[in-house]
């Protein structure tokens, strides 16, 4: 399973980027799909993630109402639309395929967002 990330960059807060994350190697709508991120100093968290197969999603409180994931299984595809950026949004974010403790990282896509 090999699993890559795109679409990162730089960006003035307030605006918008879109990560793209494609799964290949696998039956891809099979995989629970979550975004992550890591800033400088601090640990991996997860920034948004699918909780049922009809597509709810869950995300972390800080970007709740601004990000939004979605997929395209016919494309093993799997989205993270990111709007009114923050500096606090600095940092790279991974596509994960899997459960916890059993799944796939991408290489990460760096996302920095200036003031």
């Known amino acids: 399973v090999r699993v890559m990330e795109s679409g990162g960059g730089t960006v003035n807060a307030g605006g918008s980027l879109t990560l793209s994350c494609n799964v290949t190697g696998s039956a891809f709508s099979t995989w629970p799909m979550s975004w992550h991120r890591q800033a400088p100093g601090k640990e991996r968290e997860v920034v948004a993630i699918?909780?049922?197969?009809?597509?709810?999603?869950n995300y972390a409180r800080s970007v709740r109402g601004r990000f939004t994931i979605s997929r395209d299984n016919a494309k093993s595809m799997v989205y993270l639309q990111m709007d009114n950026l923050k500096p606090d949004d600095t940092a790279v974010y991974y596509c994960y395929a899997g459960r916890t403790g059993y799944g796939y990282w991408g290489q990460g896509t760096q996302v920095t967002v200036s003031s």
């Open positions: 699918f909780v049922s197969e009809s597509g709810r999603a």
